[in-house]
């Protein structure tokens, strides 16, 4: 029993905190940005909770479908489905619990926040299906990971779907496209080799370019998003660091990633998210 609770932690990445960290973040922006001069620390409580499940739920989906890919692929064949340490049917029971607690807590939302989310969880179960058919998947993964909590949380706020709320979720959209892209690098001999599709496989060579335009996109739609704040210069010069990271992270990628370097660069985004953050949060004054 105590192996099969230990290879369940390790199917949802309990140990690996960054992935619902970077699918809050975005919720956070929305959440600043709609409030502007205070803190609803209800929808925070309410987002870090679902960015959990939900993350952990996508992980174990994705397990269940890729269990024959990632036997293929160094860095995961030691995951529980992979290496035989759960069944199918566990994870599966696994999903289901998991679905059932973050639907629990769309009774807090409106009908709107809860077609979104319903939209959002549904790109996420198929999202697996994507590498397979889809020569960029980071872009369609970006729709569960960056752009449907913000928009659930700014119609949340606001009781409406509107021109800063939409820019929030493209912004995360694109920026989770961009990170995804450097993850992508970790697995590109082993994706290659067994067929997978991915961005870092179609790009080869101009991956830098293509992971510096999703990138500047979303600064760029941050910054148009959140020019009401009364104090957004502050946004601005988070923009402005956000974007030099990435500058330099775009030569990295040029120069060519190697050993551990992708997945490095890959958790840094959850600073650099966090940055961002705190533009919105010192945008607003009276917060600080």
Same mark, same amino acid.
Request: some cysteine; hydrophobic content about 55%; aromatic content about 12%.
């Given at each position: 029993?105590? !192996? +099969? ?6 199917? @949802? ?12 973040? &975005? ?44 036997? $293929?692929?160094?860095?995961? $064949? ?34 709107? *926040? ?7 969880? !549904? ?8 590498? +397979?058919?889809? &020569? ?7 729709? &569960?990971?960056? *752009?449907? /909590? ?8 606001? !009781? ?10 493209? /912004? ?9 892209? @450097?993850? *992508? ?13 991915? !961005? ?44 030099? /990271? ?23 985004? /959850? ?13 607003? &004054?009276?917060?600080?």
């Amino acid at each position: 029993m105590k !192996g +099969r609770l230990s290879a369940t932690l390790d199917l @949802i990445r309990l140990g690996r905190p960054v992935g619902w960290v970077l699918l809050f973040l &975005p919720a956070g922006w929305a959440l600043l940005l709609a409030s502007p001069g205070e803190v609803p620390w209800k929808w925070v409580a309410i987002f870090l909770a679902g960015s959990f499940l939900t993350r952990s739920a996508g992980c174990v989906i994705n397990d269940i479908f890729d269990r024959e890919l990632d036997r $293929k692929v160094a860095r995961t $064949k030691g995951r529980p489905l992979a290496d035989g340490r759960l069944t199918v049917a566990w994870a599966l029971g696994v999903f289901l619990f998991l679905t059932l607690l973050s639907a629990s807590l769309l009774l807090f939302f409106s009908w709107m *926040a809860i077609v979104v989310a319903v939209l959002g969880f !549904g790109s996420a179960v198929v999202y697996p299906l994507m590498k +397979r058919v889809f &020569p960029l998947p980071q872009l369609f993964m970006g729709i &569960p990971f960056g *752009a449907t /909590a913000p928009l659930m949380a700014w119609i949340q706020l606001t !009781g409406r779907i509107s021109h800063p709320g939409i820019l929030l979720a493209l /912004a995360g959209l694109f920026w989770a496209t961009a990170y995804d892209l @450097i993850y *992508a690098v970790a697995d590109l001999p082993d994706d290659r080799l067994a067929g997978i599709r991915s !961005g870092a496989v179609t790009f080869g060579g101009s991956l830098w370019a293509v992971f510096l335009f999703f990138s500047a996109l979303a600064a760029f739609l941050l910054g148009v998003a959140g020019r009401s704040l009364p104090q957004s210069g502050w946004l601005i010069l988070s923009l402005v660091l956000f974007l030099s /990271a990435t500058v330099w992270q775009s030569l990295k990628l040029r120069a060519g990633l190697t050993g551990e370097e992708p997945l490095r660069l890959f958790r840094s985004h /959850a600073v650099l998210g966090a940055l961002v953050l705190a533009g919105f949060w010192t945008s607003s &004054p009276t917060l600080v």
